[in-house]
């Protein structure tokens, strides 16, 4: 069975739609996504509607689970370096992206689970049970076995990282898909894990970056440059000073 798992779109549907051609050339029996299908990109309720039409199943991530537990922002983001971009998530990219999806897409996101699972392939966002959590691309082989191994598959996907990875432990294979939009490992193109048989390998997919920095300019979002430097370069690109 070939499954593709595809993952972090982050409100890119301009990435997502190449994706789906590279996938629909390549031919698999299923397509699976990972989550932080929001916040990032400027078509939000667009990137949920494709989703749906691909009747994908799939996971949420964190930037899905902000929505409706703002919350875990503030708990996760609580050394004073990163109190700005707290407030700006918290003030601007919730009430913006709320207010993009409505309702009935909200409602839809929750209904996403935190694990997939299927014969010996099992995804997650970031850990079995908890979606921000970082199990870095440095991972000892020992931190990802006492990660991973409650899970009892043969092949476990996760992402949230933006830096795609096969590793094979004794046990088990760990991949992380990658992302298909804001890349962290100095290739901007879109990734996502084909998996094939029990074999994985992440495939990279090049896109229109320039026409969707253009959207991000176009905007108010207060990370709009951080996030076009990070889609052009792979890199992340922090924040730089915004308002007083």
Same mark, same amino acid.
């Given at each position: 069975?070939?499954?593709? @798992?595809?993952?972090?779109?982050?409100?890119?549907?301009?990435?997502?739609?190449?994706?789906?051609?590279? &996938?629909?050339?390549?031919?698999?029996? =299923?397509?699976?996504?990972?989550?932080?299908?929001?916040?990032?990109?400027?078509?939000?309720? +667009?990137?949920? /509607?494709?989703?749906?039409?691909?009747?994908?199943?799939?996971?949420?991530?964190?930037? /899905?689970?902000?929505?409706?537990?703002?919350?875990?922002?503030?708990?996760?983001?609580?050394?004073?370096?990163?109190?700005?971009?707290?407030?700006?998530?918290?003030?601007?990219? &919730?009430?913006?992206?709320?207010?993009?999806?409505?309702?009935?897409?909200?409602?839809?996101?929750?209904?996403?689970?935190?694990?997939?699972?299927?014969?010996?392939?099992?995804?997650?966002?970031?850990?079995? *049970?908890?979606?921000?959590? &970082?199990?870095?691309?440095?991972?000892?082989? +020992?931190?990802?076995?006492? @990660? !991973?191994?409650?899970?009892?598959?043969?092949?476990?996907? !996760?992402?949230?990282?933006?830096?795609?990875?096969?590793?094979?432990?004794?046990?088990?294979? @760990?991949?992380?898909?990658?992302?298909?939009? =804001?890349?962290? *490992?100095?290739?901007?193109?879109?990734? !996502?894990?084909?998996?094939?048989?029990?074999?994985?390998?992440?495939?990279?997919?090049?896109? /229109?970056?320039?026409? +969707?920095?253009?959207?991000?300019?176009?905007?108010?979002?207060?990370?709009?440059?951080?996030?076009? +430097?990070?889609?052009?370069?792979?890199?992340?690109?922090?924040?730089?000073?915004?308002?007083?």
């Amino acid at each position: 069975m070939r499954i593709a @798992v595809v993952s972090d779109i982050h409100a890119n549907l301009t990435a997502l739609e190449a994706v789906i051609e590279a &996938i629909r050339r390549t031919g698999v029996d =299923l397509v699976v996504h990972g989550g932080d299908l929001m916040a990032g990109g400027r078509r939000p309720a +667009e990137v949920i /509607d494709r989703i749906r039409e691909l009747n994908w199943p799939g996971v949420y991530g964190n930037t /899905d689970e902000m929505l409706w537990m703002p919350h875990r922002v503030a708990e996760m983001l609580q050394a004073p370096d990163l109190h700005r971009i707290r407030d700006l998530v918290l003030e601007h990219t &919730i009430p913006a992206t709320l207010g993009a999806i409505g309702d009935e897409r909200l409602a839809w996101l929750k209904t996403l689970p935190r694990r997939w699972c299927e014969g010996e392939v099992a995804i997650v966002h970031a850990t079995p *049970d908890d979606v921000w959590p &970082i199990v870095s691309s440095n991972a000892s082989d +020992e931190e990802l076995d006492r @990660v !991973y191994s409650v899970l009892q598959s043969k092949l476990v996907v !996760y992402r949230h990282i933006h830096q795609p990875f096969v590793r094979w432990l004794p046990a088990f294979t @760990v991949v992380n898909s990658g992302a298909v939009s =804001l890349s962290y *490992d100095g290739d901007p193109r879109a990734a !996502y894990a084909l998996i094939d048989d029990g074999r994985a390998e992440i495939r990279r997919v090049g896109y /229109d970056i320039d026409d +969707e920095i253009r959207l991000l300019r176009d905007s108010d979002d207060p990370f709009a440059e951080s996030t076009a +430097e990070t889609l052009r370069t792979g890199r992340y690109a922090p924040l730089r000073h915004v308002g007083p």
